[in-house]
């Protein structure tokens, strides 16, 4: 046997789950189900499963803005037909997150519409065009609104405090068309701020039929899927509650469903077994499904591995990514390790993959398990993420894995589209005035 394969059957113990994928399921339910109860920053619901029911044909346009990162992205999009009429981003350069912040956002959108012709000057119309906003903000937020926290590079100022995300960019609105009237001739009406994973899910509901949960495994991993609003707890159900047009009653609300941010990143305390190699700082201890899951962090793992078999130098000048694992674990790139290691890299990449599609396939069937087993032999997954988008590697092993027939079906666009449909579906259900 050589030094290779020796080395490959060590890691291969070392990272395959040592526990059945059935055990596995049921520790993650019971996990996800004691979150639900008590838990108070993950699986919280963020709004109501929207009623398809009525159709709205809206003759105001939808404006939808993705706040996720340093690029930012918007969107006008036609619904019901779900069309991306035009779409525009920029990078945003300050990072000092104050209303004057937002203020640059709103001027640099309004100023791009303008320019496409979708908002008009006021000699050269009759009537203000008319916009409902629609945004999502994949930062945390409080139950109220508010910017918890912002991370990716951005400094909040204490001058946010007290103010919701929506009030936020509405109050920018507001300013940038008053000054600029001549200009820009138009109102916008900021409906919705959700975040990503509630966008994704939107997407999902709108565009597939039977779809069940959505799932985010980017450089972060979460999903989102429904549940019968009386599996809340009381704390849960009355910050929902707060949230929603006082028409909603107690007696209303237990017919409804509602959307839970799960969170996942953070379930795997007791079942996942990390290594010293996927250890990044507490974090990984505080996030062990993202951990051995996500884009940003898996990399890591397959780097320290190789560091610590003295496989690549302590100065190696490549940058362990997302796309460097997918390429590694389809064999197709050895640009830049020694030939005689490049097999036995590829077969680590692979196993790390396998684990994480292990871990992934056990969560989505524990989720379809809690939410009530709808589908009962097979699971319907919308999806987003460049990780998994980008590797067959993984989302086959993702399906391997299932002893349920999984259907994995990306969602593109899916941040833009969830705004939109949030803001069409609730406007038809008359909850937006
Ligand atoms: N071509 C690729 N192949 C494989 N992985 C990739 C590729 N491009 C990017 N990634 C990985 O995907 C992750 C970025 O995911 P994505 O593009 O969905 O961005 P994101 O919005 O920042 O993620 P999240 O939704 O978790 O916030 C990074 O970890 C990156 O390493």
Redesign the pocket.
């Known amino acids: 046997m050589t030094i290779e394969s020796t080395l490959a059957r060590e890691l291969e113990s070392l990272i395959l789950p040592a526990d059945s994928i059935v055990n596995v399921v049921d520790q993650f339910q019971e996990e996800l189900l004691s979150r639900l109860q008590t838990n108070t920053i993950s699986m919280l619901p963020q709004c109501l499963v929207p009623d398809k029911r009525s159709r709205w044909n809206p003759e105001d346009k939808i404006l939808t803005i993705d706040f ?2 340093t690029r930012l992205k918007f969107a006008i999009i036609s619904l019901p037909q779900i069309v991306i009429e035009y779409n525009d981003a920029f990078e945003l350069t300050y990072n000092i997150v104050d209303s004057n912040f937002f203020n640059q956002i709103i001027y640099t959108i309004c100023t791009r519409l303008a320019a496409n012709g979708y908002i008009k000057k006021k000699n050269e119309s009759s009537e203000a065009s008319k916009f409902f906003v629609s945004v999502t903000f ?1 930062f945390p937020l409080n139950p109220e609104g508010e910017v918890v926290a912002m991370g ?1 590079g951005f400094v909040m100022t204490d001058t946010l405090q007290g103010s919701t995300v929506k009030q936020l960019i509405q109050s920018s609105f507001h300013r940038i068309i008053s000054e600029n009237i001549e200009e820009f001739f138009c109102t916008m009406n900021v409906c919705h701020v959700i975040n ?1 994973a509630i966008a994704v899910s939107l997407t999902s509901k709108f565009i597939c039929e039977n779809d069940s949960i959505s799932l ?7 999903a989102c899927f429904e549940v019968p609003y009386g599996y809340l707890p009381p704390f849960k159900r009355d910050a929902l509650r707060e949230t929603l047009p006082s028409s909603y009653n107690k007696e209303t609300l237990n017919f409804k469903h509602v959307l839970i941010n799960s969170e996942i990143g953070f379930i795997g305390k007791n079942v996942i077994a990390l290594q010293p190699f996927d250890i990044h700082g507490a974090i990984s201890y505080e996030m062990p499904l993202e951990c051995v899951t ?3 962090w898996l ?1 890591l793992s397959l780097k320290n591995i190789l560091l610590q078999y003295n496989i690549i130098p302590k100065n190696f000048p490549v940058e362990f ?7 590694l674990a389809e064999d197709c790139t050895n640009a830049w390790f020694e030939n005689e290691h490049y097999a036995l890299i590829c077969q680590i990449a692979r196993l790390l993959i396998k684990r994480a599609a292990f871990y992934v396939a056990a969560i989505v069937q524990a989720i379809d398990i809690i939410t009530g087993c709808k589908n009962y032999n097979f699971i319907h997954i919308g999806y ?8 067959n590697f993984y989302r086959e092993q993702i399906k391997y894995y299932s002893s349920i027939h999984i259907k994995l079906q990306f969602l593109n666009h899916s ?1 833009l589209l969830g705004a939109a449909i949030a803001t069409y579906l609730n406007k038809s259900d008359n909850q937006v005035q």
């Open positions: 996720g990162g994949s990716k990503d985010i495994i980017g450089t972060g991993t979460n996500s884009g940003k990399p990514n997302g796309e460097l694992v997918c390429q987003v993420g460049s990780f998994l988008h980008n590797s941040n």
